[in-house]
Structures are given as C-alpha cells and as structure tokens.
T-cell receptor, first 112, second 110 residues
Framework: NAGVTQTPKFQVLKTGQSMTLQCAQD?????MYWYRQDPGMGLRLIYY???????DKGEVPNGYNVSRLNKREFSLRLESAAPSQTSVYFC???????????FGPGTRLTVT | DQQVKQNSPSLSVQEGRISILNCDYT??????FLWYKKYPAEGPTFLIS?????DKNEDGRFTVFLNKSAKHLSLHIVPSQPGDSAVYFC?????????FGTGTRLTVIP
C-alpha cells in the first residue's frame, strides 16, 4: 500500500519553462489537494479537488493549473515557471473534504 | 494575514516529560482543527483532530485541547519520547480551505 506518491522528488527549471507534477493515491479517497510550503510559512493550499471531475482554487492558485485525471490521480501544472514558484510542493488526499489528509513525500522545485 | 499562528518556533523537552505545543487562531468560523507531525524530507503525518463543538480529544499519548473563547489550541504529548522530535503543525478548517500554522520544532532530549 503506497499511500500518496509524487513524482518527481526534485526538479530544477529555468524561468519560463513548464512542467507537470504528478500525484497518485491508492486509498480510494474522494478528495485530493496540492499545497506549497515556503521557508518560515505554513502549508498553503493551491488547488483542491473535492471529488472526481471537480477542481477548485485554494489560497494561492495564480500561476498553476490542475487536472483530476481520475479518482486516483491529480496533477499540478506550471505553464511558465517563475522564481517565486520555488518551493516544496505536497499532494494530499482524504476521504472527505478537508478532514484527515494523507500527504505525499513532496517535490522540491527550484526555478532559476 | 496569518489566521493560524504558532508563536514558538522551537521547544525542547526532556524524555518522559510533557510537551505542550500551542496554537492561536483569529477566525471564529473555523469548525475543525488538526495537528500534523513532519519529519525532514517527508510529508506531514496526521496526528489528532478536534471538532469546534468539543474541548478535548485524546488518543494515546496525544491530547488536544480547544479553548474557543481564547481562540487557542494546544497539543499535549505525555510522556515525550525521542521519536517525537519533529516539526508540529496545527491547522484549522473553514469552508473550502485548511489554514496551517508555521510549525513548532520539538526536540525531545534523551
């Protein structure tokens, strides 16, 4: 039972490049989330998907897009990366909206 | 504007003693509160939660207390163990968002 998996673990991008962060969960959870964590700050919600087929903005959605590909997978896309998007990105899932969430190990992204 | 605050960046406690981690919040509309533990290079792990209609929830060595009038949340760990050394985040739920504090690094000294 892998729980929540994220790929890649590390990524370095140049300003303006694009990339997609992948997330998958095998717990049959309905809801999935993307957060970012910056030094000295708590986790901040970027986007979430309450159920398959729906996505909604969180606290800091600008510069990102998401896709809930199916119940298992929720991807985060940076269309044109900026240095301000340098962060650690965490994917999470839960049975219901905003209850106990299970987190992946994170993706450390650096934009130069 | 930080709606959930953990004002102590770090805390050191002797093994076997009680650890008390504190969290303050500003929004009275929060209806559910959670504590997470995080080890380096790992994602946060859920510890314990409490609904806003309760004032205490206990799970083994972990107890969460909620004081709504003071808008204050605390996590008690008794007895503290070296494996508890980690960063602890409190989080609060309102509508379609979960707001996290900045974390407190707990060090349990053997």
């Amino acid at each position: 039972n892998a729980g929540v998996t994220q790929t890649p673990k590390f990524q370095v991008l140049k300003t303006g490049q694009s990339m997609t962060l992948q997330c998958a969960q095998d717990m049959n959870h309905n809801s999935m989330y993307w957060y970012r964590q910056d030094p000295g700050m708590g986790l901040r919600l970027i986007y979430y998907s309450a159920s398959e087929g729906t996505t909604d903005k969180g606290e800091v959605p600008n510069g990102y897009n998401v896709s809930r590909l199916n119940k298992r997978e929720f991807s985060l896309r940076l269309e044109s990366a900026a240095p301000s998007q340098t962060s650690v990105y965490f994917c999470a899932s839960s049975t219901d909206r905003f209850y106990e969430q299970y987190f992946g190990p994170g993706t450390r992204l650096t934009v130069t | 504007d930080q709606q959930v605050k953990q004002n102590s960046p770090s805390l050191s406690v002797q093994e076997g003693r009680i650890s008390i981690l504190n969290c303050d919040y500003t929004n009275s509309m929060f209806d559910y509160f959670l504590w997470y533990k995080k080890y380096p290079a790992e994602g946060p792990t859920f510890l314990i939660s409490i609904s806003s209609i309760k004032d205490k929830n206990e799970d083994g060595r972990f107890t969460v207390f909620l004081n709504k009038s003071a808008k204050h949340l605390s996590l008690h760990i008794v007895p503290s163990q070296p494996g508890d050394s980690a960063v602890y985040f409190c989080a609060a739920r309102r509508a379609n968002n979960l707001f996290f504090g900045t974390g407190t690094r707990l060090t349990v000294i053997p």
